[in-house]
């Protein structure tokens, strides 16, 4: 499982570069107008849409771009109509590739996505193929400078976590995801700066892969994540510590 996280946690890095260009405010947007039309614009009665917020606010959104995706959600402003959509596939090596995607066009979608897989050596699999092997997460990193991971530990656990690892100079802590908002408090209560913290699909049970198919299935990971449609796609391959090196210092 190490080279799962610590591909996870090199993900999040480059997310971060990608907020800096500005490139997330669209799916962010759409993630908030969606989590707004399931359940409403009020915050504290939404976790979906608390957990949207966050996320555009760690990457600077400004405010005036927040309320007018949360109106457009609720219906108050026009918006586009976005489509939730889930596809399952496989990578080289047999690792399983689980794609989030928000869309105002499914033929587009479709398509594109059995595209990125294929041309880089996947494939589109059936729905079910894939899925039973994730659960869903509250994921939240931070750095591990000048932190206990004894009492980072114990905090995790009384705020609702259900486990800490750590990875080099990260740690994770996961949990169910109805105890988001608890740990993010507990967290924030404790004057820790949260690298990242996301409602995310975590497998079950990962896929250790050759250091080829791990390169190609990274260049599904990183073509997927590029497109627009797509919020996240989440693998469970085990990346060899040579490659996840590689990464870190290209």
Known sequence: MAGHSKWANIKHKK????AKRGKVFSKIVRLIMVAARNGGGDITMNLALRYAI????????PAANIDRAIKKGTGELEGEEIQELTYEGYGPGGAGVLIQALTDN????APEVRHILEKRGGSLGKPGSVA???????VFTVSAEGIDEDELMLMG????ADDVTREDTMFSITGPTEAFGTIGQ??????IKVDSSDISFVPKATVM???NDARKMIAIIEALEDHD???AAITNADIPEEVLAEIANG
């Not at 997310?15 to 990608?18: G, I, L, T, V």
């Not at 507990?186 to 004057?191: K, R, S």
């Open 15 to 18: 997310a971060a570069q990608d």
């Open 54 to 61: 966050d996320k555009a606010r760690v990457a600077n959104m």
């Open 106 to 109: 499914v033929k587009r979608t």
């Open 132 to 138: 039973w092997n994730f659960e869903q997460k509250s």
């Open 157 to 160: 656990l009384e705020a609702g």
């Open 186 to 191: 507990a967290l924030e209560g404790a004057g």
């Open 209 to 211: 892969l050759e250091a």
């Open 229 to 231: 449609d797509i919020q």
